[in-house]
């Protein structure tokens, strides 16, 4: 078992700058990708970002592409999502996910198998 825990939403102005930590804890080396998902008020849980922990490569939606940045510590089994830019559609619960499939992950919610409690962030006008 793996267990995630996010830090770091909170309230936020339009145009500001958000962090947000995910420490995972548990059988970790068995994880092969982890990643952000948000879920907007009313809405489904839809994908953010996400890294591969052995190459590091990133793959973000089109929505927050060239404002976000995923990235990972291994040593300190972390992952964390920079935010810029932020506009008050990124107004979301914020989830950290991770999975063990070996082809690392993706855009569906389904293919990971662990997730955090969420985070809440805000973003005002």
């Known amino acids: 078992q793996v267990q995630l825990v996010e830090s770091g939403g909170g309230l936020v102005q339009a145009g500001g700058s958000l962090r947000l930590s995910c420490a995972a804890s548990?059988?970790?080396?068995?994880?092969?990708?982890m990643g952000w998902f948000r879920q907007p008020p009313g809405k489904e849980r839809e994908f953010v970002a996400r890294i591969r922990r052995t190459s590091g490569d990133t793959y973000y939606a089109d929505s927050v592409k060239g404002r976000f940045t995923i990235s990972r510590d291994n040593a300190k089994n972390t992952v964390s999502l920079e935010m810029n830019n932020l506009k008050p559609d990124d107004t979301a619960v914020y989830y950290c996910?991770?999975?063990?499939?070996?082809?690392?992950?993706?855009?569906?919610?389904?293919?990971?198998?662990?997730w955090g409690q969420g985070t809440q962030v805000t973003v005002s006008t």
């Open positions: 996910a991770a999975t063990t499939l070996a082809v690392g992950g993706g855009t569906r919610a389904e293919r990971y198998d662990y």
């Open positions: 548990g059988r970790t080396f068995t994880l092969s990708a």
